[in-house]
């Protein structure tokens, strides 16, 4: 079945810092990829997304590729913000036998501080 | 206007009790779900349902059972709550069936005592 792995947190960084969340996934056929992001309290909300090999997602400074060689979909940004606290998912969308359902990774809390 | 809603935010039960969580969506989607994050943050599919039929029903005690009055709503009602029921439960929407598109309600947090 699909299965998707974070690397596991919590990361905690300084303001500006470079960030890196790695993601890799295990899936038949070709998934489309996401990243979601959770601020406290409240629900997940879509941050970007990769649909085909080699496609960059990006979104507020956020990027991700599609790499199928290496099935990774790693989160990079050049630049954090204290504002950019929260909780990261990756999550892939194969179809098929997995006909709406999202499968989610298992989240990766960021803090920065100031 | 708040897109998709849940009620309550949070609720305390003890065990044995039983309860429901309540869902609506106002942006005219056709496809609803429930997603189970448990205390290590991990989250997965629970139920869908799409104009208000059930298309997906994942490896769920049968305590647990949805009910979709209309495709605007997705209500989750839990029998005989166990202390493992400890979750945060969200509930989800999107335009079809699909991966894509989907807008998250804030989630509710379930605590049983």
């Known amino acids: 079945g699909n299965s998707v792995t974070q690397m596991e947190g919590p990361v905690t960084l300084s303001e500006e810092a470079f960030l890196t969340i790695n993601c890799t996934y295990t899936a038949t056929g070709y998934p489309s990829l996401f990243w979601y992001v959770q601020y406290p309290g409240e629900g997940l909300q879509l941050l970007l997304k990769?649909?085909?090999?080699?496609d960059k997602g990006s979104n507020k400074g956020f990027e991700a590729t599609y790499r199928k060689e290496t099935t990774s979909f790693h989160l990079e940004k050049g630049s954090v913000q204290v504002s950019d606290s929260a909780v990261y998912f990756c999550a892939l969308y194969g179809g098929g036998t997995s006909y709406g359902k999202l499968t989610f990774g298992q989240g990766t809390i960021l803090t920065v501080h100031p | 206007d708040t897109a998709v809603s849940q009620t309550p935010k949070y609720l305390v039960t003890q065990m044995g009790n039983d309860k429901s969580i309540k869902c609506e969506q106002n942006?005219?989607?056709?496809?609803m779900y429930w997603y189970k994050q448990d205390s290590k943050k991990f989250l997965k599919i629970m139920f869908s349902y799409n104009n208000k039929e059930l298309i997906i029903n994942e490896t769920v005690p049968n305590r647990f059972s949805p009910k979709s009055p209309d495709k605007a709503h997705l209500n989750l009602h839990i029998n005989s709550l166990e202390l493992g029921d400890s979750a945060v439960y969200f509930c989800?929407?999107?335009?079809?069936?699909?991966?894509?598109?989907?807008?998250f309600g804030s989630g509710t947090r379930l605590t049983v005592v």
């Open positions: 942006l005219g989607h056709d496809t």
């Open positions: 990769a649909t085909k090999a080699d």
């Open positions: 989800a929407s999107s335009q079809v069936v699909s991966g894509y598109g989907y807008t």
